[in-house]
């Protein structure tokens, strides 16, 4: 079977399994499964795809009927150019997130800074960040071992694990260093609310990186009042917040003594981030 009718059955079958991304996703899994870049693949659509990359495509076709992310399937998620590997122990990253990641670098003037990054994951704002800043070092904190285990092989792989470091542990019990910049994705979701999330996100991804307690805001303040004590004196804390939540969180911020110095709207038009000063 060639190319072309190997992505439109897949296709096919997402579609009746109401993906709404059935094309893109379909011509993403099977380029991915016979290596090469999906626009190759598509200016060559009569290629013959062999028995076995058709097994593996129609698996994975399988998988994506479920409802599982295709960043899941694929392994690798792009995220500030960089195709970041992935898995179920850490939330994919988001394109919302990288607006975090240009509003920093207009504040930051050298290269050469001490970065925290609290919640770090798959480690794709710490990682990217080192790229922009390449005398920089930095820590990423995770209370999952599994995301430092992962975020750890993705700085490896990426050539900067000698600037990077990975540690486990909350951010309540965390008390070393002194940080010119402490970024931050922090649990943001009501509990009340994950269960209108989609089924993408609360069957796969982890919830335990999705759940800000009963208000949405307990790891937001957590973050705000622990970087008070890791800052330099005028560190900037870069947070990313949820929908509807910049007037608390401002408040938060103002009360333990931070002057606020932007916020950047995401593609809905929502405060999704908020630049700070100490």
């Given at each position: 079977?060639?190319?072309?009718?190997?992505?439109?059955?897949?296709?096919?079958?997402?579609?009746?399994?109401?993906?709404?991304?059935?094309?893109?996703?379909?011509?993403?899994?099977?380029?991915?499964?016979?290596?090469?870049?999906?626009?190759?693949?598509?200016?060559?659509?009569?290629?013959?795809?062999?028995?076995?990359?058709?097994?593996?495509?129609?698996?994975?076709?399988?998988?994506?009927?479920?409802?599982?992310?295709?960043?899941?399937?694929l392994g690798k998620r792009e995220f500030w150019s960089i195709?970041?590997?992935?898995?179920?122990?850490?939330?994919?990253?988001?394109?919302?997130?990288?607006?975090?990641?240009?509003?920093?670098?207009?504040?930051?003037?050298?290269?050469?800074?001490?970065?925290?990054?609290?919640?770090?994951?798959?480690?794709?704002?710490?990682?990217?960040?080192?790229?922009?800043?390449?005398?920089?070092?930095?820590?990423?904190?995770?209370?999952?071992?599994?995301?430092?285990?992962?975020?750890?092989?993705?700085?490896?792989?990426?050539?900067?694990?000698?600037?990077?470091?990975?540690?486990?542990?909350?951010?309540?019990?965390?008390?070393?260093?002194?940080?010119?910049?402490?970024?931050?994705?922090?649990?943001?979701?009501?509990?009340?609310?994950?269960?209108?999330?989609?089924?993408?996100?609360?069957?796969?991804?982890?919830?335990?990186?999705l759940n800000g307690g009963i208000d949405g805001l307990d790891?937001?303040?957590?973050?705000?009042?622990?970087?008070?004590?890791?800052?330099?004196?005028?560190?900037?804390?870069?947070?990313?917040?949820?929908?509807?939540?910049?007037?608390?969180?401002?408040?938060?911020?103002?009360?333990?003594?931070?002057?606020?110095?932007?916020?950047?709207?995401?593609?809905?038009?929502?405060?999704?981030?908020?630049?700070?000063?100490?």
């Amino acid at each position: 079977m060639i190319v072309r009718n190997t992505i439109n059955k897949g296709s096919l079958i997402l579609k009746k399994n109401s993906i709404n991304s059935n094309l893109l996703d379909a011509e993403l899994i099977l380029s991915n499964i016979m290596k090469v870049d999906r626009k190759y693949l598509l200016l060559n659509d009569n290629l013959h795809v062999s028995k076995e990359n058709r097994k593996k495509y129609y698996h994975a076709i399988k998988r994506r009927s479920k409802k599982e992310p295709v960043a899941y399937i694929l392994g690798k998620r792009e995220f500030w150019s960089i195709d970041f590997p992935v898995n179920k122990s850490v939330l994919i990253p988001r394109p919302e997130t990288e607006l975090l990641i240009h509003e920093v670098i207009k504040f930051i003037k050298s290269k050469k800074i001490n970065i925290l990054d609290i919640g770090t994951g798959c480690g794709c704002i710490l990682i990217s960040l080192l790229k922009e800043f390449n005398l920089s070092k930095g820590v990423g904190l995770d209370i999952s071992s599994k995301a430092i285990n992962l975020a750890s092989k993705n700085a490896k792989k990426l050539n900067i694990l000698n600037r990077a470091s990975f540690k486990v542990g909350d951010i309540d019990s965390f008390f070393y260093g002194k940080y010119d910049l402490i970024v931050s994705n922090p649990p943001y979701i009501a509990i009340k609310e994950l269960k209108n999330l989609s089924k993408e996100i609360t069957n796969y991804e982890p919830l335990s990186a999705l759940n800000g307690g009963i208000d949405g805001l307990d790891l937001i303040r957590k973050v705000i009042y622990k970087s008070k004590k890791l800052l330099k004196k005028s560190g900037i804390l870069a947070i990313e917040i949820g929908n509807n939540q910049y007037k608390q969180v401002s408040k938060i911020l103002i009360k333990d003594g931070y002057k606020e110095v932007s916020k950047v709207y995401d593609f809905n038009n929502n405060v999704r981030c908020i630049i700070s000063t100490k």
